[in-house]
């Protein structure tokens, strides 16, 4: 059975990816999150964030000391264009290819590039293709 239509929250609070060089993964972060147009914060903290993500260093309270390994996280595009912007900005801000911009068999629709940030770490855009959203995001004030 295919599913129509699905209803979600917000799956996790956070993630944090624990990186060797923070510089690097700024510049990185920095440019592709640019590309999807989302804002950052805390670039002068000694971590970084976006949204529920948070990079720092293993010397940050946070890590403990580790590093996290490899992951792979996927951000949400609005359009194909969009998943090509990110994929131009992560290969010319030190992102490795690892799957150009295409289509993939995942589901009709699914445009999607992936790159290897400076850690390892397989960092994916995808625009999931025409669908209509009860809302553009989920907005929380404390």
Do not use: C
């Amino acid at each position: 059975m295919e599913a129509q239509e699905i209803h979600r929250g917000r799956l996790f609070d956070h993630v944090q990816l624990v990186v060797r060089d923070l510089a690097a993964s700024q510049a990185f972060y920095t440019a592709v999150l640019q590309a999807l147009q989302v804002p950052m914060g805390g670039a002068d903290e000694g971590y970084f964030w976006a949204d529920e993500l948070f990079v720092s260093s293993a010397d940050s309270p946070a890590a403990q000391g580790h590093l996290t390994g490899r992951t792979h996280l996927a951000f949400q595009a609005r359009d194909r264009a969009m998943v090509d912007a990110f994929y131009r900005a992560a290969l010319a801000h030190g992102g490795t290819d690892n799957g150009g911009p295409g289509e993939r068999a995942y589901h009709p629709g699914y445009y999607a590039a992936f790159v290897l940030d400076p850690d390892g770490n397989n960092i994916e855009a995808v625009f999931h293709g025409d669908a209509r959203r009860s809302a553009a995001s989920v907005k929380i004030t404390f």
